[in-house]
């Protein structure tokens, strides 16, 4: 379902690279496979888990979608596979409205629950049907299109659903917390 890129599709101050950048806060973790998990959480720990064999088991969608980085390159009509995390946090019962994501190396970031949800967000394995390369965030890596490209934490390890917002990696240090870059939210005062 590839479709040619349309300025439509652009966001303001953005512009189109074919190149795939890597950008990575920290050094790059690597997570054996036997090793993985993804956990989902709340203020008591816990509440779910999978293994590698576990995740690859539930259902995979494909998607193509583009992604917006605030440091102003976007990249039109990627294709991952993934699994839904409406499916992640199907019969999770968890107070709160907010989310952090936590990756394998230390790096979080914060965002409503609701944006996780509705077929909007995705941890994705597999870039243009091949797994995805450690250095963009293999094995799995959080996919959500419609935010600024650093909500999707690279080398996901789990999902903590929170009463209160807390503000991520970046967003402490500067960046939206929340980061639509249809409104070109890149810093705390835009
Ligand atoms: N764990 C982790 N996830 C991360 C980052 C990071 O430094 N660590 N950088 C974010 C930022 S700022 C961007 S633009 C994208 C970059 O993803 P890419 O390297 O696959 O292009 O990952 C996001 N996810
Ligand atoms: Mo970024």
Same mark, same amino acid.
């Given at each position: 379902? #590839?479709?040619?890129?349309?300025?439509?599709?652009?966001?303001? *101050?953005?512009?189109?690279?074919?190149?795939?950048?890597?950008?990575?806060?920290?050094? +790059?973790?690597?997570?054996?496979?036997?090793?993985?998990?993804?956990?989902?959480?709340?203020?008591?720990?816990?509440?779910?888990?999978?293994?590698?064999? @576990?995740?690859?088991?539930?259902?995979?969608?494909?998607?193509?979608?583009?992604?917006?980085?605030? +440091?102003?390159?976007?990249?039109?009509? +990627?294709?991952?596979?993934?699994?839904?995390?409406?499916?992640?946090? !199907?019969?999770?019962?968890?107070? *709160?409205?907010?989310?952090?994501?936590?990756?394998?190396?230390?790096?979080?970031? #914060?965002?409503?629950?609701?944006?996780?949800?509705?077929?909007?967000?995705?941890?994705?394995?597999?870039?243009?049907?091949?797994?995805?390369?450690?250095?963009?965030? *293999?094995? !799995?890596?959080?996919?959500?299109?419609?935010?600024?490209?650093?909500?999707?934490?690279?080398?996901?390890?789990?999902?903590?659903?929170?009463?209160?917002? @807390?503000?991520?990696?970046?967003?402490?240090?500067?960046?939206?917390?929340?980061?639509?870059?249809?409104? @070109?939210?890149?810093?705390?005062?835009?």
């Amino acid at each position: 379902m #590839n479709r040619s890129a349309r300025y439509s599709d652009l966001p303001p *101050g953005q512009y189109v690279t074919h190149e795939f950048p890597v950008f990575s806060a920290g050094p +790059t973790p690597r997570v054996p496979l036997d090793q993985w998990r993804l956990e989902i959480s709340g203020a008591d720990g816990v509440v779910r888990s999978w293994n590698w064999d @576990e995740f690859q088991s539930l259902d995979a969608v494909q998607i193509t979608v583009n992604l917006h980085c605030v +440091t102003r390159w976007s990249k039109l009509d +990627t294709t991952w596979t993934g699994v839904p995390v409406d499916a992640l946090l !199907a019969d999770v019962n968890l107070p *709160g409205d907010f989310l952090v994501a936590s990756s394998y190396g230390g790096y979080t970031t #914060n965002l409503p629950l609701q944006d996780l949800l509705g077929g909007k967000a995705w941890v994705a394995f597999e870039y243009e049907d091949r797994p995805l390369a450690l250095e963009h965030g *293999g094995p !799995a890596r959080l996919l959500v299109p419609h935010l600024y490209f650093w909500k999707s934490a690279k080398w996901l390890r789990g999902l903590r659903v929170q009463e209160r917002d @807390e503000l991520g990696f970046w967003e402490q240090i500067g960046y939206h917390e929340y980061g639509d870059p249809w409104r @070109e939210q890149r810093h705390w005062d835009d």
